[in-house]
């Protein structure tokens, strides 16, 4: 039988692997937690929302400043599967960074289908350009952004750690000093068969394209790829191989299996400054 993707040979199989939603009991719950951190976090911490860095009204950044000038920046990309979501549903992630003293920035995208795949990546790369352009403003220090993403948003950070910063930006190419990289998909190719194309509309152009596994670079930055130990066997796959290629590169790295953590919970440590995650961060930043 034809194989679709590795060993997969129907849509049911990838659908099984890629539906982090089928590995949860209460997925409502959940997301309601993460309304109420989110609140939280809002309500605590000073607060800028919606801070335009691109030209369409999809393309704006929510910032935590910190109480001090030159202070490490956490820029963090949430997921949705480049087609569900908002900035506003994460504020939760500033809440363990902030206590360490960080600036936070969490961006907001357009979203599949109102556009391509190619343009959310167009995107991320120009928030993480305009914060080391303007993040001193946020009592932010340029020279110390850590990029962070979950699930889609991992993708997307990872894609920002190949972007040629220099010849296209004008920025120098190691301007990002770390990434956190949570759940991600970094081998986008099997989506194109999944009860996600409808929304997502990937064609091979964009596959070449937007998979960070097939184009790592050398840079001085260093990676955390962490999951959860209820995520399916594909998401935990994805991040070893990809640590194995950014090594192969002569990168530094680390993985980070999160014992009883699923898809959605393995972010959670950002809300927390004596986490793992949020320890990594003030080691890094």
Known sequence: MQTLYREFTTQAEIDRAYDPSLEVADLAGIRRGYAEQSERARRTLEYVPKVPFGPTLE?????????????????????????????????????GPAELGMTVVVMNYAL?????????????????????????QYNGDPQRIVVAG???????????LQTPWSAQYGLADDCIRAALLVSGVFDIAPLRYSYLQPMIQLDEGIILRNCPMFGIRA?????????????????????????????????????LE?????????????????????QWLARVA
């Open 59 to 95: 393309e704006h950044v929510d910032i935590f400043p910190a109480q001090r000038p030159g202070a490490p920046v956490l820029l963090f990309i949430h997921g949705g599967y480049w087609r569900a979501n908002t900035a506003q549903n994460f504020s939760c992630v500033a809440l």
């Open 150 to 160: 979950h699930s889609a948003g991992a993708h997307l950070a990872a894609m920002c």
């Open 112 to 136: 599949c289908p109102h556009v391509t795949l190619d343009e959310i990546t167009r995107q991320a790369r120009a928030a993480v350009a305009w914060v080391i352009r303007n993040i001193e």
């Open 258 to 278: 999160q014992p009883e953590a699923d898809h959605f919970t393995a972010i959670h440590g950002l809300e927390r400054a004596q986490s793992p995650l949020c």
């Open 219 to 255: 840079s001085k930055a260093e990676a955390l790829l962490t999951w959860g130990s209820r995520e399916s066997t594909e998401f935990a796959r994805q991040s070893r191989d990809f640590h194995r290629r950014w090594l192969e590169a002569g990168n530094r790295g680390e993985l």
